[in-house]
């Protein structure tokens, strides 16, 4: 996701400032420096990561999955700090909107007990975390949808899958589906990169929704 991003950074007008490795991690100090930093690390490094950047004045976009659990306080890290971060558990734009897609669905199926829920997601055989972010954020969309029935939820880790999600709604007789699939994993680096030129100069903690406006 690193090399994406810098490979595709010029088409959104921004120039890679420098790129911070393993073992640049431990040396803050000696960080170049930049207007936005993007994070495609690993869960356990980005509270680490992202402090370090704040303390910097250093705009963020976390691309990085599966740290979730760390959120809240980051927030209340950055909530006095004058810089703005875009955290998201998938950027590319077609999700974003299925995730809108989503929530006026469940909206609708809230009130008719007939229907339950399923979500399945399928990624590469490398991914560490299940289920995904993305999958997360299908659930939550529904429970703010106040669809407050059980969802079951089934992951598949195999091969070389960038990433497929599916939400269904299904009854006696019938079922609905709705699929986002993606074939190429340059979606979440240009959605990254979006979102790094959108939050420039920006203060405050974002989402994607944001960025579009949603």
Same mark, same amino acid.
């Given at each position: 996701?690193?090399?994406?991003? !810098?490979?595709?950074?010029?088409?959104?007008? @921004?120039?890679? @400032?420098? &790129?911070?490795?393993?073992?640049?991690?431990?040396?803050?100090?000696?960080?170049?420096? *930049?207007?936005?930093?993007?994070?495609?690390?690993?869960?356990?490094?980005?509270?680490?990561?992202?402090?370090?950047?704040?303390?910097?004045?250093?705009? #963020?976009?976390?691309?990085?999955?599966? %740290?979730? @659990?760390? !959120?809240?306080?980051?927030?209340?890290?950055?909530?006095?700090?004058?810089?703005?971060?875009?955290? +998201?558990?998938?950027?590319?734009?077609?999700?974003?909107?299925?995730?809108?897609?989503? +929530?006026? +669905?469940?909206?609708?199926? *809230?009130? $008719?007990?007939?229907?339950?829920?399923? &979500?399945?997601?399928? /990624? /590469?055989?490398?991914?560490?975390?299940?289920?995904?972010?993305?999958?997360? +954020?299908? #659930?939550?969309?529904?429970?703010?949808?106040?669809? !407050?029935?059980? &969802?079951?939820?089934?992951?598949?880790?195999?091969?070389?899958?960038?990433?497929?999600?599916?939400?269904?709604?299904?009854?006696?007789?019938?079922?609905?589906?709705?699929? /986002?699939?993606?074939?190429?994993?340059?979606?979440?680096?240009?959605?990254?990169? !979006?979102?790094?030129? %959108?939050? /420039?100069? $920006?203060?405050?903690?974002?989402?994607?929704?944001?960025?579009?406006?949603?």
């Amino acid at each position: 996701m690193g090399r994406l991003v !810098e490979t595709l950074a010029p088409d959104y007008g @921004a120039n890679v @400032a420098g &790129v911070i490795g393993r073992d640049d991690a431990s040396r803050p100090d000696s960080w170049p420096r *930049a207007d936005v930093a993007v994070d495609f690390s690993t869960a356990d490094a980005v509270p680490i990561n992202a402090r370090r950047l704040i303390d910097r004045g250093v705009n #963020l976009v976390i691309g990085t999955t599966g %740290w979730q @659990a760390h !959120e809240s306080s980051l927030r209340d890290y950055a909530a006095s700090r004058p810089v703005g971060i875009v955290a +998201a558990p998938n950027f590319a734009l077609g999700v974003n909107l299925f995730l809108a897609l989503a +929530a006026r +669905a469940a909206e609708l199926f *809230a009130a $008719r007990p007939e229907f339950g829920s399923w &979500v399945h997601e399928a /990624h /590469h055989a490398a991914k560490r975390d299940a289920p995904s972010g993305t999958a997360l +954020a299908l #659930l939550e969309t529904l429970k703010s949808a106040r669809f !407050e029935r059980a &969802v079951d939820v089934a992951c598949t880790r195999a091969g070389s899958i960038p990433g497929t999600h599916t939400l269904g709604f299904d009854a006696a007789a019938e079922t609905i589906t709705v699929t /986002h699939s993606t074939r190429d994993r340059s979606v979440f680096a240009r959605g990254a990169l !979006e979102a790094a030129r %959108w939050v /420039h100069g $920006r203060r405050g903690w974002f989402t994607m929704k944001d960025v579009l406006g949603l």
